[in-house]
């Protein structure tokens, strides 16, 4: 069994059935549909390639923009509609407003992306950390700019892994939503060991699950 991920912890507490489907079986559910998560996936790696590529701390907001386009383009697939590249490039023009203010005008030392952490039967995919000021980001393209149950999971469990690689307590996490027409940042720091407990909980209900082949249907 591999590490456990807030999603496969939020999949198997939907219906473990469908984790089963996805994780041990490897079919996607004929409810899927691929393009409800192109915007997103497509603006997150524009911004990884912006900050490991073209870093620097004397662009203004105008260059960021450009040159965050620019990756756009080259990583966007022609068969998408010019609705979703134009949701995409809005994404990108906040983007470029927060590089500009939080980032490039302070002069910080280049954060980390997509920074890959395995830790403990755990793991995570964090968009943003800069550890000089022990801040970690999660960078959102939807329009649901709050803190769900999902959302207080992932929180804590990027806190988790953050603080087991790099010993750094995160005071606490931000949500950035940039899209469709603002930047909303959304922080979070409450119900951090109820939180755990459930991570833990459900950790252990997974693993249970693979030994014994059980994965009940709970639509």
Known sequence: MRNI????????????????????????????????????????????????????TDCNEEDIKNIVYGILRNKWDTSLSAEYLKKAYDCICHFSSF????????????????????SDGLMG???????????????????RAGISYENKMQAVMYKI????????????????????????????????MKVRQDIDMYVNKIKEAWKTKTFPKEP
């Open 125 to 143: 995919i964090i968009d943003y950390v800069d550890l000089v000021n022990k801040k970690v980001i999660d960078f959102k393209t939807n329009t």
């Open 161 to 192: 892994l953050v603080k087991d690689k790099f010993g750094i307590d995160v005071p606490y996490f931000t949500f950035q939503y940039l899209y469709p027409d603002e930047v909303r940042v959304v922080k979070y720091n409450e119900e951090v």
């Open 5 to 56: 991920s807030q999603s496969q912890i939020n999949l198997f507490r939907s219906c473990p059935y469908a984790y089963a489907l996805r994780y041990l079986y490897k079919k996607e559910g004929i409810w899927w549909d691929p393009s409800i998560i192109e915007v997103g996936s497509r603006v997150h790696d524009a911004i990884d390639i912006y900050y490991k590529q073209y870093y620097k």
């Open 99 to 118: 590089a500009y203010n939080n980032i490039c005008r302070g002069n910080l030392e280049k954060p980390l992306t997509e920074v890959k952490i395995y």
